[in-house]
């Protein structure tokens, strides 16, 4: 089994910063893809941001220079760092890591559970 523990969100005005972070940990022999989604209500999920395991990273066009997704592989841990933040940035965030599980080729994709931020003065 795999398990990912998301932290960092919570209620911030307009203009502040978050860091998101979400570990990765269980039967891991290693991680592809790392990535943020988030969920706003009574919206579609959307993809925020991706870190490959090698690579470029990429963004949503409208988090472009105000986020910066990046790991610490030896932690199996991604972060979100989130600057200049929005009202519309309110949203659920998911963490996504694509695991490949320890002692055999099978790939998993995995999920957090969620962490909720909300931009608002």
């Known amino acids: 089994q795999v398990h990912l523990v998301e932290s960092g969100g919570g209620l911030v005005q307009p203009g502040g910063s978050l860091r998101l972070s979400c570990a990765a940990s269980?039967?891991?022999?290693?991680?592809?893809?790392m990535a943020w989604y988030r969920q706003a209500p009574g919206k579609q999920r959307e993809l925020v941001a991706r870190?490959?395991?090698?690579?470029?990273?990429n963004y949503l066009d409208s988090v472009k220079g105000r986020f910066t997704i990046s790991r610490d592989n030896a932690k199996n841990t991604v972060y979100l760092q989130m600057n200049s933040l929005k009202p519309e940035d309110s949203a659920v965030y998911y963490c996504?890591?694509?695991?490949?599980?320890?002692?055999?080729?099978?790939?998993?994709?995995?999920w957090g559970k969620g962490t909720l931020v909300t931009v608002s003065s």
């Open positions: 996504n890591v694509d695991v490949v599980v320890a002692g055999t080729n099978v790939h998993m994709d995995c």
């Open positions: 269980g039967s891991i022999f290693s991680i592809n893809d």
């Open positions: 870190i490959p395991s090698g690579g470029s990273t």
